[in-house]
């Protein structure tokens, strides 16, 4: 909900064993000649990869649109040989612009094209795209690369004096076809000649959710929190709210590694959904609001660790899938906490992410207060998150152990736990629980109630499982390190080795629950919480 964002410490003080601020495990990749690559070397190496499709100008949404409905992933996806040498250390960064760069799409559909617009100190760059799966392992496959691109210092970043929104009115530096490209999420390495690097994250999304389960990037809570030029929606120069941004722009780099709220909260996840071979779809915050069909003959939809900002629409085509009987689950906390609207840029429709926090200082607030922009259970139109997610957020810096209550809690089964087992650290930084002023539904089953400790004070953190009439099945795990923990030992904050094999049993069973229909026909929820 606060500063959190991977940058060095979370709002509550705490170091965040994120892609920003350590090096998760396994990182280690080769390092030729150091960190700086003679130009033409680098030309020599990568120019015979280029693939032929790099240059070509946008032939138009109908094109890709009849290509890409040959290009959706399988399981035999992840049968493919990996690439270990996807991730980027801290090290391998090196200064503030060396290199950098967005996209102008946020998803594209299988064959499309995006535009790359990069900036670099140095003389040029190539381009790899990684998709992100299980891949024995490796955790990603590389599926293209170009060759090398001349490298032009871009114009600094544009600051509206309004809303303090960042772009970067950049040029467009190169075009790339996604051609042969399974769906899924994507990060696009960016390296520039002195060895430099940095991501920019694409997603390929599904042609059709009919039958999977959608797995959804959280595109607008990467862009609250993303600092590039100095301003997000938490602060600004000032480094407090007072100078903060009201509206963020997706016409721009992300801060640090290019990639950290999806490396931190949502690839080990995707990894783990990958690896197990069911059907999946991708999409983002931005498809889910644009698309009132996106959902349609959908399994389930998985959001992943910190999916905070939500606009009507997307809040809406969620409703509606759930109340059709479309599978939830909600594998962090503090989602759906803060109202937004889209809006327009330079470069397309939905680009703009608008959040004033506080309906006095939103000026729609007075026109259509539906549309107010603050946290969704305040006024001037309350819709607390409780009446979708089952419970909702309560506290920002956590810490707890994740503690079972309902130990024959269809998912728990199988993992030994009994009530009042513990697994020290899951819980936090952010939790949830229980709105007992409502709208909660009627059938919220609580199967966890940890005892954790809220800004020095006591405190209480959930986990929910409710089914509607209809058969869906929606899950909370009420904390935003779940995903985290997915990692063991190296997510820090005391999780355990058992607490890993805990959160990593629970997440395939309801993967694989969720992706067999509605959850509610076969385990239905067996209410507790009054």
């Given at each position: 909900m606060e500063n959190d964002a991977c940058g060095g410490t979370d709002s509550g003080g705490r170091a965040m064993a994120s892609a920003d601020t350590a090096e998760p495990p396994g990182t280690a990749r080769r390092m030729l000649g150091g960190r700086v690559l003679p130009v033409l070397v680098l030309m020599l190496t990568l120019v015979g990869a280029c693939s032929s499709g790099?240059?070509?100008r946008d032939s138009g949404r109908k094109e890709a649109a009849?290509?890409?409905?040959?290009e959706a992933a399988s399981p035999a996806e992840n049968g493919k040989r990996g690439d270990?040498?996807?991730?980027i250390r801290r090290q391998d960064m090196g200064s503030e612009h060396e290199i950098e760069g967005y996209a102008d799409h946020v998803s594209v559909l299988p064959g499309e094209r995006f535009r790359l617009f990069?900036?670099?100190t140095t003389a040029g760059f190539t381009a790899q795209a990684f998709r992100m799966g299980w891949y024995g392992g490796a955790q990603a496959r590389r599926v293209w690369r170009s060759g090398f691109n001349p490298g032009v210092r871009q114009a600094a970043a544009h600051v509206d004096k309004t809303t303090r929104t960042v772009s970067a009115p950049w040029r467009p530096s190169l075009t790339v076809t996604t051609s042969g490209w399974p769906d899924g999420s994507y990060l696009i390495m960016l390296t520039a000649a002195s060895g430099a690097r940095r991501y920019v994250p694409v997603t390929v999304r599904s042609p059709s959710a009919a039958g999977r389960v959608v797995v959804l990037n959280a595109t607008t809570t990467w862009q609250a929190y993303n600092l590039w030029g100095g301003y997000d929606l938490y602060k600004g120069p000032s480094g407090g709210p007072d100078d903060r941004a009201t509206a963020v722009s997706f016409d721009r780099p992300y801060d640090g590694y290019g990639a950290g709220k999806l490396l931190v909260y949502e690839q080990p996840a995707i990894a783990l959904a990958e690896r197990l071979g069911?059907?999946?779809a991708y999409a983002t915050d931005n498809d889910l609001h644009a698309d009132p069909g996106?959902?349609?003959?959908?399994?389930?939809l998985l959001t992943l660790g910190h999916d905070e900002y939500w606009s009507s629409a997307m809040r809406q085509h969620a409703t509606e899938a759930r109340d059709h009987g479309v599978n939830i689950a909600f594998l962090g906390a503090n989602a759906v906490n803060r109202h937004i609207r889209f809006g327009p840029t330079p470069l397309g429709a939905d680009r703009l992410v608008v959040c004033y926090k506080d309906a006095d200082a939103d000026p729609v607030s007075r026109t259509d207060p539906a549309e107010s922009t603050q946290d969704w259970r305040l006024p001037p139109k309350p819709r607390p998150e409780s009446d979708l997610i089952g419970i909702q957020y309560t506290c920002l810096s956590v810490e707890g152990a994740f503690t079972v209550q309902r130990p024959g809690f269809w998912l728990f089964k199988g993992t030994g736990v009994r009530a009042g087992t513990r697994f020290?650290?899951?819980?936090?930084?952010e939790a949830d629980a229980l709105n007992r002023d409502g709208p909660t539904p009627s059938t919220l089953e609580i199967v966890a109630s940890s005892r954790v400790t809220c800004r020095n004070r006591p405190a209480v953190a959930h986990a929910s499982y409710y089914t509607t009439d209809r058969g869906a099945g929606v899950f909370a795990?009420?904390?935003?390190g779940w995903v985290c923990a997915m990692r063991g030992p190296a997510c820090g904050h005391g999780v355990t080795e058992a607490g890993r094999r805990f959160v990593t049993q629970v997440t395939q069973t309801l993967i694989r629950g969720m992706a067999a229909g509605p959850l509610g026909r076969v385990h239905p929820s067996r209410p507790n919480y009054r």
């Open positions: 790099t240059h070509h009849k290509e890409a409905g040959t270990a040498d996807w991730r990069v900036s670099t069911v059907p999946l996106l959902l349609k003959g959908a399994r389930g020290p650290g899951v819980v936090g930084p795990t009420g904390t935003l």
